[in-house]
């Protein structure tokens, strides 16, 4: 079978998605009466969708990296694609911030270990708490989806479990009693953000497993049934018709401005942070909307080279050591 979410694919959605997480950042931040501000909340309504298309996106192709490379190799990939880059856009919202030394060294130490997602979390870096801690527990994760995949001899396990996860993760959320608790319990921290995704990111690995073994009507036909939820109402949180619109945009030729998606997709990390760094900077909107706009979009444009080139400098240099030392 076909790749569905092949590496263009992928880049493409990715980009989609960036940009609509951004947008609707901007949609959310400056909060004014003008035309243009009307036409960006319209556009980007639903842009925090594309954060699930992100985790959907990286537990399949995580799946390839962990198929690839031996477990060493696995985690130095995954350590060189944000680690770098993470710890630079940190400091530098701390510095933006102003914290004392004390606190921006346990603040740091915490949120690039991803000890702060089970703690009182920074609202705008949840996700990549919640990203350091899947590629942490990948293997683990892999393995045991693995072991019921393959151990189940019910046929389409796989989709029968992927309910499960849906009831267990999306139901109580709908339940007052139950949301009041659990918003008590988790209050403040990336677990609460994160549950009710927990069903994408198994997605992503079944459509993994399912593309593997050739199950291609198996896809089909969970992306179908989420749709379904969604549009139904049933699922409250996690967007799940946005897996079938991803699926269908895959399956078809049809990719508008293919190439701006892809190079956006390419580097939708490096967009990512560095729209996180520059909002909060332009949080007030004092002067004419258009000039506030341009300038959101230049200053997060020069905080994403900059994250890109530091990232490069940093990873050469650290290779140059090791050779030197080896």
């Known amino acids: ?47 925090g969708a594309g954060v699930n298309v992100f985790f959907l996106l990286s537990a399949y192709g995580l799946c390839y990296s962990y198929d690839r490379n031996r477990l060493p190799r696995f985690y130095a990939n995954r350590v060189k694609r944000i680690i770098p880059m993470y710890a630079i856009a940190l400091m530098s919202s701390f510095i933006i911030k102003g914290k004392d030394q004390l606190g921006m ?27 350091i801690l899947l590629y942490l527990f990948f293997p683990l994760i892999m393995k045991t989806i693995l072991w019921f995949y393959r151990a189940s001899r019910i046929k389409m396990g796989g989709v029968i479990l992927y309910m499960l ?96 998606f892809c190079f956006f997709g390419r580097h939708s990390l490096e967009i990512f942070l560095g729209h996180v760094l520059v909002l909060p900077l332009l949080k007030d909107v004092k002067f004419e909307y258009s000039i506030y706009l341009s300038a959101v979009l230049a200053l997060m444009a020069i905080c994403s080279l900059a994250l890109y080139y530091s990232n490069k400098i940093i990873l050469s240099v650290v290779e140059k050591i090791i050779r030197s030392c080896g």
């Open 165 to 260: 996860l849906v009831m267990a993760c999306e139901v109580p959320f709908i339940l007052s009693n139950f949301n009041t608790i659990i918003g008590t319990i988790c209050a403040d921290t990336a677990i609460l953000l994160t549950i009710p995704r927990i069903p994408v990111i198994f997605l992503g690995i079944l459509t993994y497993l399912l593309e593997k073994d050739n199950k291609q009507n198996e896809i089909y036909f969970i992306y179908g049934i989420s749709a379904m939820l969604s549009l139904c109402g049933f699922i409250k949180f996690s967007y799940l018709s946005i897996p079938a619109i991803m699926l269908l945009i895959s399956l078809s030729n049809i990719r508008p401005l293919s190439r701006v």
């Open 105 to 131: 060294i346990s603040s740091f130490i915490m949120q690039l270990s991803g000890l702060s997602f089970f703690t009182r979390c920074e609202d705008t870096f949840w996700f990549m708490e919640t990203l």
């Open 1 to 47: 079978m076909q790749s569905i979410f092949t590496k263009d694919n992928r880049f493409y959605l990715m980009g989609l998605s960036a940009i609509g997480v951004v947008g609707l950042h901007i949609s959310l931040v400056a909060r004014v009466q003008h035309p243009l501000q009307t036409v960006i909340d319209f556009l980007f309504s639903h842009g």
